[in-house]
């Protein structure tokens, strides 16, 4: 059995993948899902993922595991950078210290990196001469997987489309990215960027969700602050797809799933700003919703060895 892991800030997922005849990890068994302990940090991460792929695994041999993290992972598997929702989770040594653990190889990725691997295997990025996968939620997270494989880069930040320069209003352009950044998609475009905007321009707070319903009754400017996030989003993809040249550019985390509008206007700003080849890259919607960390971690787990993986 190979156990696919998705450590968020707020839980942990947790399931056993089994290789089918032609070797292909298919259909999770037995799935765990716990509260991170975000408080205890590293150490205490570590004995509660111990115990549930104990629990998992039951009498099933354990071949590898593979995890997908919030957080920046370096090349050895260990958390470089991350937030603060979980106390000291960067310069957390995870893979030796699960590996430690559970005595078989682990493999650590970032969890938009491995929901790209899941995507690109068997979602939307399928068959695909490339793939670029943002995830636009809390932040916006990106990935590039390659024919050959997923790209982690040489410090773990491949794909990173969040921090991408776009030309902004002057109000938006001096607006600091969590990276500490300025002009950045993500402090214009993400969940908390669009709220933010709606909040400066009415005055008044409201969740994104709100945003979106008050968008869909017509208001005018819940509408206008939805499209132009958006809109951002589109040019930051087409100068990345001017780098990349891939086939298909999955969209997909919490703010991409407000509505079919949303995307087609990613997709038409693409289009429109993409340069003539790239411009021809379908921009499509991520189908494997939140399993697909947990699965895309299998898969890098099952890859056996952080050596399998090209950077
Ligand atoms: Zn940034």
Known sequence: MIIGIDIGGTKIAVAGFAPDERGRLTGSTAVRTIATPAREGGPAIVRAVTDAVREVRGSDPLEAVGVGTAGVVGPDGAITSATDAISGWAGFPLREALADAVGVPVAVVNDVHAAAVAEAEQGAG??????????VGTGIGGAVVLPDGLRRGVTGTAG???HMEI???PRL?????????????????????????????SGGFLPLREVHAAALR????????????????????????AVLDVEVIVVGGGVAEVGETYLSEVARTY????????????VVPARLGVDAALTGA????????????PL
């Open 126 to 135: 399928a068959g695909a001469q490339g793939m670029l996968m943002v995830a």
């Open 160 to 162: 990173s489309v969040g």
């Open 167 to 169: 030309s902004l209003p």
């Open 173 to 201: 352009a001096e607006r600091r990215c969590p990276c500490g950044g300025f002009g950045h998609v993500e402090a214009v475009a993400s969940g908390p960027g669009l709220e933010r905007t709606y909040l400066e321009e």
């Open 218 to 241: 017509g208001d005018a400017l819940a509408d206008r602050v939805i499209l132009d996030g958006a809109r951002y989003l589109g040019r930051a993809l087409a100068s990345a797809n």
């Open 271 to 282: 289009r429109a700003a993409a340069m003539p080849g790239p411009s021809r890259a379908r």
């Open 298 to 309: 299998a898969l890098v787990g099952g890859a056996r060895t952080d050596d399998a993986l």
